[in-house]
């Protein structure tokens, strides 16, 4: 059974700085995508950022490039986010997705909080 189990959300003051996880389990951890998305009430689910199978090719939401880092180390099963400059509006639930053709699995998302 496969198992995305997120962790390092919290609470931070804005310029901040918060380092997700998110360790898998039941499958090929190396063989799948990874992407962090985030979500806020009432609104959809939005892509932050993505890495390759290797990790060689990454990519960001205009709104936290520069600020953002997607990683993954495949001997550990686990990608990462790293959060710097945190502002308030990236207060959100944060998940992580992997994907493997047409088949995606979502973990139960960890939440940011932003805030003074």
Known sequence: QVQLVESGGGLVQP???LRLSCAASGLR???HDMSWYRQT???????????????GITNYAD???????????NAKNTVYLQMNSLK????AVYYCR?????L????QGTQV????
């Not at 959809?44 to 950022?49: G, H, K, P, S």
């Not at 308030?88 to 207060?91: I, K, M, S, Y």
């Not at 995606?104 to 973990?107: A, D, E, K, L, S």
């Open 29 to 31: 951890f190396s063989i």
């Open 113 to 116: 909080t932003v805030s003074s």
């Open 88 to 91: 308030p509006e990236d207060t």
């Open 63 to 73: 709104s936290v490039k520069g600020r953002f880092t997607i990683s993954r180390d």
């Open 15 to 17: 310029g901040g700085s």
């Open 41 to 55: 009430p009432g609104k959809e689910r939005e892509l932050v950022a993505s890495i390759t199978t290797t990790g």
């Open 98 to 102: 992997a994907r493997f053709s047409v």
């Open 104 to 107: 995606g699995y979502w973990g």
